[in-house]
């Protein structure tokens, strides 16, 4: 089982739709969640990060944890083209070392 | 401009060549990383180092080596490239506390 495993879609909604990224991990013991925003031919970007259980909202953006269930989501509400990206979820493994989800590509269309 | 800086951006090599990717960051970051990015397949750790004199293997080291002579820079070196070897490749370092890692805009790299 990959520790950290994320639908790489393609996920192709209209503007303004409510977008859901999900990505599943295998450890109990990962406390700190982060998502990274990938635009074509650049370097990933940190989007949010959150610790533990819960919500944390950043703008249209949430991230969202459920420890129970080892599931983390990222909502994007009001979806604008702009947003239209590879999104990756990622996980610290201790040292310093993030292990990242496969990554999701989303295109919003106008 | 602060960031991560790799050279070249696009690089063809034939089976067999050797090369070297060039990072450079002006963060003083002490933590610096190597990764690789295959379609569909995420970013895979290749090498990372925690400080000037220190590195270590990730989860795919095979067919590539790293030095860290100073805390700005960290040259990931390919000998004898191979097909597998093609893919983009990204660079990325971390400061303290939790500001999450800065990317290199990668080097997209073609072995025939």
């Known amino acids: 089982q990959k520790e950290v495993e994320q639908d790489p879609g393609p996920l192709s909604v209209p503007e303004g739709a409510i977008v859901s990224l999900n990505c599943t991990y295998s450890?109990?013991?990962?406390?700190?969640f982060m998502w990274y925003r990938q635009y074509s031919r650049k370097g990933p970007e940190l989007l949010m990060y959150?610790?533990?259980?819960g919500n944390k909202e950043d703008g249209r953006f949430t991230a969202q944890v459920d420890k129970s269930s080892k599931y983390i989501s990222l909502f994007i509400r009001d979806s604008q083209p702009s947003d239209s990206a590879t999104y990756l979820c990622a996980i610290p493994q201790g040292a310093q070392k993030l292990v990242f989800g496969q990554g999701t590509r989303l295109t919003i269309n106008p | 401009n602060a960031g991560v800086t790799q050279t070249p951006k696009f690089r063809i090599l034939k089976i067999g060549q050797s090369m070297t990717l060039q990072c450079a960051q002006d963060?003083?970051?002490?933590?610096m990383y190597w990764y690789r990015q295959d379609p569909g397949m995420g970013l895979k750790l290749i090498y990372y180092?925690?400080?000037?004199?220190?590195?270590d293997k990730g989860e795919v080291p095979n067919g590539y080596n790293v030095s860290r002579s100073t805390t700005e820079d960290f040259p990931l070196r390919l000998e004898l490239a191979a097909p597998s070897q093609t893919s983009v490749y990204f660079c990325?370092?971390?400061?303290?506390?939790?500001?999450?890692?800065?990317f290199g805009s990668g080097t997209r790299l073609t072995v025939v």
């Open positions: 990325a370092s971390e400061g303290q506390g939790a500001s999450g890692y800065t």
């Open positions: 959150t610790y533990s259980s």
């Open positions: 180092s925690v400080g000037a004199g220190i590195t």
């Open positions: 963060m003083n970051h002490n933590y």
């Open positions: 450890n109990s013991a990962f406390q700190y």
